[in-house]
């Protein structure tokens, strides 16, 4: 019993040092990472001559599956910006949802965009499209605002190839089953985006921003040259669809046969395939093929990827550090009587989200921490490892407050002061996560 209760206090000394580090020391997410990494081992016992190779071996696996992917997926966000194809998309939607709903538009153009770009600069993106509607339509700005945002949160945390969701999935084993993990991750975002979306209607009619008193004058879809329909969504579309239907080739059942569409569909529908035949679909919104786009735009997305790989990898550090350890097997024999089932992957999740405030940080720590946990809590299956990403990612949104950048840039591109932001978009989060992990429970009493 001494080994157990050390190594578990080992564990929240190694929490406490990611909490504290990125929180009140304000140190960068990787570089905290890969000191808990060291941390961990050292005080777990580990040879340490055996640390360095074993956050190597971390970092390296965690690379080689999703490293690729999150370059090509950012490259293919900045292209969208740059081109103007995501005010495209925000277009489109808002002509077939129509004026008389304007902030379901808006719960729509976030649910969408958000799948290929960060939620952050999305938002920042969308925000004068957000402006443009309010003076189309009058409605109030908070109500419009924090639809934008909870429809970007919501697939932001649940639809890879967002790095948070692919990276919790290759986490717990996922890789080859990532079109299953969209085909839920879309679902559980659904209900997320329409829970914010109601929460957003109900918060117009209570709370005001000062953008509320601003007379905008500008349109700024009347005054951008945007691509064509078909050019924006397919950079976004196409990678999905591939790898969905890798996942349905490559079922057990042989569904489509091991012919040449097997061989077809399991190639092109591999991640790294799948997003680079989205890169090639995304240069046809280049306005033309010259340094500026070839090397500016694409260096910007890879620029842009790289706190992203590195936060990421040095998460496969800390993963390989706690499998090593034996850390998470101690805690999930420890948990077993508990029966926290599906919920606490949600709880370790949110935990982290709430006190360090990146959504990433929180897939990818808790990830790797309930891996060796998934036989006690009786998530071991298919279907169970898929719904563990998801109550994985309904605990990275719960919740964003003033230690989360996404918080910020809503409020203060949308004229709220700190405290409506805690109102309005702090208590969004907070309904979009537990819902989110209630309909994931229901989910697991029907499929598990």
Aim: one cysteine or more; proline letters at 4%; hydrophobic letters at 55%.
């Amino acid at each position: 019993m001494a080994g157990t209760v050390s190594l578990i206090i080992v564990l929240l000394i190694s929490v406490v040092f990611i909490i504290l580090g990125t929180t009140k020391f304000k140190i960068h997410p990787f570089l905290v990472l890969l000191l808990a990494s060291y941390l961990t081992g050292a005080l777990a016992g580990l040879p340490l001559s055996d640390i360095a190779t074993t956050i190597a071996t971390g970092f390296g696996d965690i690379m080689a599956y999703i490293g690729i992917v999150i370059i090509l997926g950012t490259i293919i966000g900045t292209i969208l910006e740059k081109s103007n194809a995501a005010l495209k998309l925000a277009e489109i939607v808002l002509k077939l949802v129509g004026k008389r709903f304007p902030g379901l538009a808006m719960s729509i153009i976030g649910y969408l965009v958000s799948i290929p770009v960060f939620c952050d600069s999305a938002y920042i993106i969308l925000s004068s499209l957000k402006k443009s509607i309010r003076q189309k339509t009058g409605k109030p700005s908070v109500a419009l605002s924090i639809a934008l945002a909870t429809g970007l949160y919501a697939t932001h945390t649940f639809v890879p190839p967002t790095p948070g969701p692919i990276a919790a999935a290759g986490n717990l084993g996922l890789e080859n089953q990532l079109g299953l993990v969209i085909l839920f991750g879309l679902g559980v975002a659904l209900v997320a985006m329409f829970t914010g979306y109601f929460w957003a209607a109900f918060a117009g009619k209570h709370f005001t921003s000062d953008e509320d008193n601003e007379e905008i004058l500008e349109n700024i879809s009347d005054d951008l040259v945007l691509p064509s329909g078909v050019k924006a969504l397919s950079p976004i579309l196409v990678p999905i669809i591939l790898i969905a239907l890798r996942s349905v080739a490559t079922y057990p059942s042989e569904p489509l046969g091991t012919g040449s569409i097997y061989i077809v569909l399991n190639f092109a529908g591999q991640p790294i395939n799948a997003l680079l035949i989205g890169l090639f679909l995304a240069f046809l919104l280049f306005p033309k093929f010259d340094r500026e786009t070839l090397t500016g735009w694409i260096g910007e997305g890879i620029t842009a990827a790289a706190p992203i790989l590195l936060i990421t990898g040095a998460g496969g550090a800390f993963g390989s550090i706690l499998k090593e350890t034996h850390i998470g097997e101690t805690l999930g024999n420890l948990l077993a009587d508990y029966q926290l089932g599906i919920f606490l992957p949600f709880l370790i999740a949110a935990a982290f989200k709430t006190a360090q405030g990146s959504s990433t940080v929180a897939l990818v720590a808790t990830s790797a921490l309930i891996a060796p946990l998934l036989t006690s809590i009786g998530l071991d299956s298919l279907n169970g490892k898929v719904l563990a990403v998801m109550a994985t990612g309904a605990g990275a949104m719960t919740i964003s407050h003033a230690n989360d950048s996404f918080f910020w840039v809503v409020t203060q591109f949308s004229g709220m002061d700190v405290k409506t932001g805690y109102r309005a978009h702090t208590t969004a989060t907070l309904l979009q996560g537990t819902v989110s992990m209630v309909f994931i429970y229901l989910l697991t009493l029907v499929i598990l």
